[in-house]
Antibody
Framework: EVQLVESGGDLVQPGGSLRLSCAAS????????MSWVRQAPGKGLEWVSV???????YYADSVKGRFTISRDNSKNTLYLQMNSLRAEDTAVYYC???????????????WGQGTLVTVSS | SYVLTQPPSVSVAPGQTARITCGGN??????VHWYQQKPGQAPVLVVY???DRPSGIPERFSGSNSGNTATLTISRVEAGDEADYYC???????????FGTGTKVTVL
């Protein structure tokens, strides 16, 4: 059974930094496409970033240049380093696996329970 | 950037059929996926690749996709189907993932 457990969410001041972690079991992070999706309070889902098994990374325009996705193969863990945080980054952050068919990204198959990031002074 | 538009809300009586639309430019050429999200919970995939269901999802959930509109259909609606529903596609031109605006389904 696949399990994804996020951690690292906290209250941080604008301009600050935070690193989120997503510990995985039941799958090998480095062999999968892994993504972060966020949801601001009372709002819809917003894709944030993805890292492919080959190491390529992509970011939503709203976070590009401020956020960095990475993974630690030895810990089977996905990370999201968030710098220069803004109030509008306040959200629950979910990590999720991305299904692949013939090398084409598909749906978000497995989700963690989420971790809350609050950016406020 | 690619945009997916959903109606904010859909209301349906128990036992009836709910249809949730997802509009996007030539969305019929893309694979569309649908998620159910209940309050305080993570999203759950209910339909992938336009019309396939993951294991454990009832046959009452079905999907279609053509032209500029994809549709999630929930037949014989139950109280437990009350939730927010989101469509999603992968935009190959930007390698970005796009979610629809979300639809709140209310069971009357």
């Amino acid at each position: 059974e696949v399990q994804l457990v996020e951690s690292g969410g906290d209250l941080v001041q604008p301009g600050g930094s935070l690193r989120l972690s997503c510990a995985a079991s039941g799958l090998i992070v480095s062999s999968n496409y892994m993504s972060w999706v966020r949801q601001a309070p009372g709002k819809g889902l917003e894709w944030v970033s993805v890292i492919y098994s080959g190491g390529s990374t992509y970011y939503a325009d709203s976070v590009k240049g401020r956020f960095t996705i990475s993974r630690d193969n030895s810990k089977n863990t996905l990370y999201l380093q968030m710098n220069s945080l803004r109030a509008e980054d306040t959200a629950v952050y979910y990590c999720a696996t991305v299904g692949i068919v013939a090398g084409i990204p598909e749906s978000f198959q497995h989700w963690g329970q989420g971790t809350l990031v609050t950016v406020s002074s | 950037s690619y945009v997916l538009t959903q109606p904010p809300s859909v209301s349906v009586a128990p036992g009836q059929t709910a249809r949730i639309t997802c509009g996007g430019n030539n969305i019929g050429s893309k694979s569309v996926h649908w998620y159910q999200q209940k309050p305080g919970q993570a999203p759950v995939l209910v339909v992938y690749d336009d019309s396939d269901r993951p294991s454990g999802i009832p046959e009452r959930f079905s999907g279609s996709n053509s032209g500029n509109t994809a549709t999630l259909t929930i037949s014989r609606v139950e109280a437990g189907d009350e939730a927010d529903y989101y469509c999603q596609v992968w935009d190959s031109t930007s390698d970005h993932y796009v979610f629809g605006t979300g639809t709140k389904v209310t069971v009357l």
